[in-house]
């Protein structure tokens, strides 16, 4: 898949390249020589004094320190079923600040320098993308995240699935078409799961370089980039809706394996559907940038191939 083989080249990250290094280093760089927030021991009693104050006047204000851990917890426990949209939100926002960081250089006439050099505009400006991302706080936990929730939900598969043909095995149950439902949709489940992570990050490096590449203001380039990206990334939901409510709606009792090949067919769709819209847009990225070139793909270059991971 070229969302996978691009995403090998956004995770696995040279750091050795010159311009992935030169562009993620300029956040780190202000938030070090940033002083660190200090208080001092007249700080700590003058607060201290102030929340046994609080409480004594507002004795419901207790029940937010019994709250506020039960919260936290939760929010961590269902970290798996919001991690998908906190990384749609990434991609949007890593979109804007590659269309940014393009501007920027444009505005300091750096960018026409870095797409000369020898890896090529396309090599050149995707580690420009590539850097952009890896600057921000943001991508790793996504990443971390999703790795954790896929194993778990790995795992709980693996679990369900030896038990099922334990029990079909010794005669204890009959294995049919809803043992098959049982076990096909949460495994489509995971890989909608998985590229959700690898092509939207994909998706959102094309999208901003290309956006990037033509000759409008900003704010024009901006709005377009975003817009596309919105509307790109939803197409393949929208068209996995099309197909499975209607089917729900207007066939009241259907049979067990047409409702399982309508319901695969639409979680299929999602992940077939996103790659579509990468290839197209990977080729006319191509088009604009260079003809025929293409990133240094781990998987062409195993002389630069990093230990290969999950991600």
Not at 88 to 106: C, D, F, N, P, W
Not at 226 to 241: E, I, K, S
């Amino acid at each position: 898949m070229l969302s996978w083989r691009l995403w090998r080249t956004i995770a696995d990250v040279d750091i050795n390249d010159p311009i992935i290094r030169r562009v993620s280093q300029i956040q780190r760089l202000s938030v070090r020589s940033m002083p660190r927030w200090k208080m001092s021991r007249l700080g700590w009693l003058i607060a201290a004094l102030s929340a046994s104050f609080a409480l004594v006047l507002a004795p419901q204000m207790l029940a937010l320190v019994l709250v506020t851990p039960m919260i936290m917890i939760s929010l961590i426990v269902a970290a798996p079923a919001y991690l998908p949209a906190l990384v749609v939100l990434a991609g949007a926002y890593s979109t804007g600040e590659i269309i940014s960081g393009i501007y920027r250089e444009k505005h300091q006439y750096t960018y026409d320098l870095i797409c000369a050099s020898t890896l090529g505009k396309l090599n050149a400006s995707w580690s420009f993308a590539t850097g952009i991302l890896h600057r921000g706080a943001y991508f790793l936990p996504l990443r971390w995240g999703t790795r954790i929730s896929l194993r778990f939900g790995a795992a709980a598969l693996a679990g369900v699935t030896m038990v099922t043909l334990l029990f079909a095995l010794t005669g204890r149950a009959f294995f049919g078409i809803e043992q098959l439902r049982l076990l096909l949709l949460p495994l489509l489940t995971l890989a909608v799961y998985f590229t959700n992570m690898t092509q939207t990050f994909a998706l959102s490096h094309i999208i901003g370089l290309l956006a990037s590449s033509f000759d409008l203001a900003k704010r024009d380039a901006m709005l377009a980039g975003l817009v596309g990206y919105a509307l790109l990334n939803t197409l393949p939901l929208v068209g996995a809706a099309f197909l499975y409510f209607p089917f729900r709606w207007c066939v009241f009792e259907p049979h067990p394996l047409a409702q399982l090949a309508v319901e695969a067919s639409a979680l299929l769709l999602i992940v077939a559907g996103r790659e579509l819209v990468i290839v197209a847009l990977w080729s006319a990225l191509k088009r604009r940038m260079e003809w025929g070139r293409v990133p240094k793909i781990p998987s062409l270059y195993p002389q630069h191939t990093p230990a290969i991971s999950l991600f």
